[in-house]
């Protein structure tokens, strides 16, 4: 730098200089985008898909750089791409009844079912509604796992952990931690009410908003998966309703005192699906890395992240026995057939759920 | 004869006022006024299925102030930051006259370091921190239940009081600063004139120094209202979502439902709140006391 200053006399004048300087400030200010290399991927996900575990093994076979921005909740995800430009992202990650709301705008890409090791999925993840929108393959279901409960079994009766209907208990009076998503919360509701989560109608809104303020007394706090696990973890709560093997597993390990489970009434399934982007530059690419995401060491390693756990789509995920244990491997069968996935199809109902959440909430 | 000279000079001296103040100018007006514009628009769209409809509807207006729980957002917000500003005063005052007139030059630098250590950690794990302090097993409840002084666990964590808690905890320490610099800009030959004419330490408090330490007081209680009001981690955390504050409820509409709109229209009742007490408070508001 100081022999560039020295030569400005002959040749490179301070103007100059400032010039350079400002360009090459301006350069290095620039969007991502401008400064990747070709075989870079940029991957719009949730927090479980940047371990390195799971990236290296594919940057290294492919000789790329796999480029992560996790995000949570739809909304965020859409307000990211509205703010990006065609091309900007290769590979989505969302909660599968979302994935209408980004196809019926026409990012995603359709994906060939030959090209993906589908023969692996759980029967119950391959059926048309988790994988075809209007008869065509937007995603593929990578992970999933259900909205129940989670609990320190030493503070309570694990059998009443079964029921649904110890989101009203007495006995749990202020113990109880709700993870903030309202539309599987009132789902739940809906099918201790015997509701059907797929049939639930506007009539039934109001006796869900009902039962779900007498929830009230018995909760301490409404949070994120951060939040309620801090609550369940330093005793201000003993159990965390809409959570589930998400909330705690990854904890199990060091507490062997949290634990999950779904109710008998039935369970509700949240599925996340992996889409290619419509407008990707990589999209070969793209469906490698969805393979490798598919691929037995990937779904083993997807489902143990650091950031949360939970059950493999593919049924021939590498597991170990204990980690078998914590997701309940051999209760799936049960669980699966038991409970419903967790989407919401109207988006008058999902406004209006959303109203009375925030009324929960302020209540 | 005129001064031409002179004019020329101040001319020049406008000239030059004039030019340096284009880039702030151009920086307020691409980073502040535009997006502010756009906020005002898109607060009359509407949000249909993942997608933003240009309208010129009122609706999310008369949604949220014809909606209680929606309205009582912003008197919960309103209300909290109000006592978290007047706590913060109480403390703040004692403390930075103290600072400013008890303690040696010496140790005011080393006390005014601690001052500012909250302001060297993460707000998240401030947050965090004081759950470890205040939740059902945590330090205060240990120690009393140790003493015998309470039976059962007091219940701290996840109240409108933890998040009280956690602004005071922050905002004190601003405040003691923008009174405590305030306090030292007092000529004390005024303090020792009012003395020389008979006035009680109490008087010369109450008629000097109080007085004079307002645009101190201002200041500092504007930042933390504007700051306090618009905070999510604080009331998010130790608040335990137990009550909506506004920027809980603008949270809501954006990272679930990506209403855009909606959360326009709270920012936009947010703003406007931050500008009445503006209004309220401008006369005291004097940078250079400070």
Same mark, same amino acid.
């Given at each position: ?363 | ?47 249909? /299925? ?46 930075? /006259? ?43 409840? /240990? ?134 007490? /503006? ?12």
């Amino acid at each position: 730098m100081k022999n560039l200053i020295k030569q400005s006399g002959s040749g490179l004048s301070r103007r100059k200089f400032l010039g350079y300087a400002a360009g090459i400030s301006a350069m290095s200010a620039l969007p991502a985008r401008y400064s990747h290399a070709a075989k870079d991927l940029n991957v719009l996900v949730w927090c479980d898909h940047a371990d390195e575990l799971l990236l290296k093994p594919f940057e290294e076979a492919h000789g790329v750089k796999v480029n992560v921005k996790s995000y949570e909740g739809t909304g965020t995800a859409l307000s990211i791409l509205e703010q990006s430009a065609p091309g900007d992202w290769d590979v989505l990650v969302v909660d599968a009844p979302d994935t209408r709301v980004f196809a019926d705008q026409g990012m995603l890409e359709p994906l060939d079912d030959s090209s993906l090791p589908l023969g692996d999925l759980f029967k119950p993840l391959t059926s048309a509604a988790f994988n075809y929108i209007d008869g065509v393959r937007y995603a593929v279901p990578e992970k999933f796992g259900y909205y129940g409960v989670a609990y320190n079994k030493e503070k309570v009766d694990e059998a009443d952990m079964r029921s649904a209907q110890v989101m009203w208990n007495d006995k749990y009076k202020g113990r109880v931690a709700v993870y903030d998503y309202y539309f599987p919360a009132m789902q739940l509701i809906a099918i201790s009410m015997g509701v059907a989560p797929e049939n639930i109608s506007m009539d039934d809104l109001p006796t869900i908003r009902e039962k779900l303020l007498a929830m009230k007394p018995n909760v301490k706090l409404v949070g994120d998966v951060v939040g309620v696990q801090n609550a369940l973890v330093n005793g201000d709560v003993d159990i965390v309703l809409n959570g589930a093997e998400f909330t705690v597993s990854n904890l199990m390990p060091s507490i062997p005192a949290l634990d999950w489970a779904i109710f008998d009434e039935g369970g509700l399934m949240w599925i996340q699906g992996i889409s290619v982007f419509k407008d990707s530059n990589n999209k070969d690419l793209a469906v490698d890395f969805l393979n490798h995401i598919l691929s037995p060491q990937g779904q083993g390693t997807l489902a143990t992240s650091e950031c949360y756990w939970a059950m493999p789509a593919s049924s021939q995920a590498v597991l170990n026995d204990d980690q078998r244990k914590i997701l309940r491997w051999d209760e799936q069968a049960a669980f699966m057939e038991r409970s419903v996935p967790s989407t919401i199809s109207d988006p008058d109902i999902d406004a209006a759920m959303l109203d009375i959440w925030t009324e929960f909430l302020q209540s | 004869m005129p001064d031409i000279r002179g004019r020329n000079n101040n001319q020049k001296g406008l000239e030059f006022t004039r030019w340096a103040t284009q880039p702030a100018l151009i920086f307020t007006l691409i980073f502040f006024a535009g997006p502010l514009a756009v906020m005002v628009v898109v607060s009359f769209w509407q949000r249909v /299925y993942g997608k933003l409809v240009a309208t010129w509807s009122g609706a999310n207006y008369s949604k949220f102030f014809g909606t209680d729980y929606l309205l009582e957002s912003l008197t919960n917000s309103i209300e909290v930051t109000l006592v978290t500003t007047i706590i913060s005063i109480l403390l703040a005052y004692p403390l930075a /006259y103290i600072l400013a007139y008890r303690i040696s030059p010496k140790w005011q630098k080393v006390i005014l370091i601690f001052a500012v250590l909250p302001f060297w950690t993460a707000y998240v794990v401030r947050s965090y921190s004081w759950l470890l302090v205040i939740s059902e097993n945590g330090i205060i409840n /240990y120690v009393l239940t140790g003493l015998g002084i309470i039976d059962q666990p007091l219940q701290m964590a996840y109240t409108r009081g933890a998040t009280i808690l956690g602004f005071v905890h922050f905002f004190t320490m601003l405040l003691t600063l923008t009174i405590y610099a305030n306090l030292v800009q007092i000529k004390p030959s005024y303090q020792k004139a009012a003395e020389d004419l008979g006035a009680s330490k109490l008087q010369v408090f109450f008629r000097i120094t109080l007085p004079l330490s307002i645009p101190g007081v201002a200041v500092g209680a504007f930042i933390t209202f504007v700051i306090a009001i618009g905070d999510y981690i604080t009331p998010q955390i130790l608040g335990g979502s137990t009550e909506v504050l506004v920027p809980q409820a603008i949270m809501l509409q954006v990272s679930r439902a990506a209403n855009f709109p909606m959360a326009s229209v709270m920012s936009i009742t947010l703003m406007l709140v931050i500008v009445i007490v /503006y209004a309220m408070t401008s006369k005291h508001l004097k940078m250079d006391r400070v």
